[in-house]
């Protein structure tokens, strides 16, 4: 039986809306993120895997990663700290994996400051790693933190209580997500800046950019390298994050960034895109998957990134 006009022009008008909020089709299960290799995703500064078992911080993306068979697996490392110690925290993890599920490598996906976090984890441990990818990660420093560095100098009263407030805001949510990993807000902060991130990157320069603002080697020790980022501060008016992120973007000028990372900063290994429509917290689909009306679905970016190391053997 043939469709009335009246449904035909309710379908176009469905598939419109559909297309408009970047939204997809319910999925049938199949193997279109099923990797060789477990996935693991490593959350930024002040993040966390899941707040009271009802809040996770990569909002709907571990769910629609497995719906097409990928095996992942969500971290939960110090929310502030250095990248080194956080690096090593995550070590242990992947180890108890591979000891209690068998996996040998994984591919690793880092946020933030989970960018250098699993790049540390790369470089001396390539044995554990097949991929690593960070997304919104401030590889060459945050001018946020230089800021807060020239703000609060060393020395002063007001540094240390804010390193104080922010490092018991770490242990507050360690302590909600049920773990009680150790927090240091200035260690943190060290790593950040753009002298720490410098000194970082002469120590584990796998995957480095060889021109300013430009890409690296995608492949470096039998490790694949990616990156990818966002430039769209102000990127939805109901959700209240934007706020705060467009306040942090004045230290940028005239930079683009997502709110705590400039574009060229986010650069690391293979540059698969540097400027989605999303701010910092769009990069993981906060709050709540609001994002711009015409930006990229954050979860569909993420399985066809998936699909793309199945593809290339991962």
Same mark, same amino acid.
């Given at each position: 039986?043939?469709?009335?006009?009246?449904?035909?022009?309710?379908?176009?008008?469905?598939?419109?809306?559909?297309?408009?909020?970047?939204?997809?089709?319910?999925?049938?299960?199949?193997?279109?993120?099923?990797?060789?290799?477990?996935?693991?995703?490593?959350?930024?500064?002040?993040?966390?895997?899941?707040?009271?078992?009802?809040?996770?911080?990569?909002?709907?993306?571990?769910?629609?990663?497995?719906?097409?068979?990928?095996?992942?697996?969500?971290?939960?490392?110090?929310?502030?700290?250095?990248?080194?110690?956080?690096?090593?925290?995550?070590?242990?993890?992947?180890?108890?994996?591979?000891?209690?599920?068998?996996?040998?490598?994984?591919?690793?996906?880092?946020?933030? /400051?989970?960018?250098?976090?699993?790049?540390?984890?790369?470089?001396?441990?390539?044995?554990?790693?097949?991929?690593?990818?960070?997304?919104?990660?401030?590889?060459?420093?945050?001018?946020?933190?230089?800021?807060?560095?020239?703000?609060?100098?060393?020395?002063?009263?007001?540094?240390?209580?804010?390193?104080?407030?922010?490092?018991?805001?770490?242990?507050?949510?360690?302590?909600?997500?049920?773990? %009680?990993?150790?927090?240091?807000?200035?260690?943190?902060?060290?790593?950040?800046?753009?002298?720490?991130?410098?000194?970082?990157?002469?120590?584990?320069?796998?995957?480095?950019?060889?021109?300013?603002?430009?890409?690296?080697?995608?492949?470096?020790?039998?490790?694949?390298?990616?990156?990818?980022?966002?430039?769209?501060?102000?990127?939805?008016?109901?959700?209240?994050?934007?706020?705060?992120?467009?306040?942090?973007?004045?230290?940028?000028?005239?930079?683009?960034?997502?709110?705590?990372?400039?574009?060229?900063?986010?650069?690391?290994?293979?540059?698969?895109?540097?400027?989605?429509?999303?701010? /910092?917290? %769009?990069?993981?689909?906060?709050?709540?998957?609001?994002?711009?009306?015409?930006?990229?679905?954050?979860?569909?970016?993420?399985?066809?990134?998936?699909?793309?190391?199945?593809?290339?053997?991962?």
């Amino acid at each position: 039986m043939s469709l009335s006009i009246s449904q035909r022009a309710w379908g176009r008008l469905l598939f419109t809306l559909f297309l408009a909020f970047g939204l997809s089709w319910p999925a049938v299960a199949g193997d279109y993120t099923k990797t060789r290799y477990p996935v693991v995703l490593v959350h930024g500064l002040l993040g966390f895997d899941e707040l009271g078992g009802v809040f996770d911080y990569w909002y709907d993306i571990p769910g629609q990663l497995r719906a097409d068979g990928a095996k992942v697996y969500v971290a939960n490392v110090s929310s502030v700290n250095s990248s080194e110690l956080r690096g090593e925290q995550l070590i242990d993890y992947l180890e108890t994996l591979q000891a209690v599920q068998g996996h040998t490598r994984f591919n690793l996906v880092g946020h933030s /400051h989970g960018g250098p976090t699993v790049r540390y984890v790369a470089s001396v441990r390539p044995d554990l790693v097949a991929s690593m990818t960070s997304v919104g990660s401030p590889h060459a420093g945050s001018k946020v933190a230089d800021g807060l560095n020239a703000t609060l100098p060393d020395g002063s009263p007001g540094r240390a209580l804010v390193a104080g407030l922010v490092s018991a805001l770490g242990g507050f949510l360690e302590w909600l997500s049920g773990d %009680d990993d150790p927090q240091d807000a200035l260690a943190a902060l060290a790593s950040l800046n753009t002298d720490g991130a410098a000194a970082f990157n002469a120590s584990y320069p796998e995957g480095a950019p060889t021109s300013p603002c430009g890409q690296g080697a995608e492949q470096v020790g039998g490790v694949r390298y990616y990156s990818m980022g966002g430039t769209s501060v102000l990127s939805n008016v109901f959700d209240p994050s934007d706020v705060m992120l467009g306040a942090s973007s004045l230290f940028f000028g005239f930079e683009r960034n997502d709110g705590l990372v400039g574009r060229c900063a986010s650069h690391w290994g293979r540059v698969l895109r540097d400027d989605y429509a999303w701010n /910092h917290l %769009d990069e993981v689909n906060q709050i709540a998957g609001l994002r711009g009306l015409f930006a990229s679905s954050p979860p569909s970016v993420y399985r066809a990134h998936v699909n793309r190391l199945k593809n290339v053997g991962l």
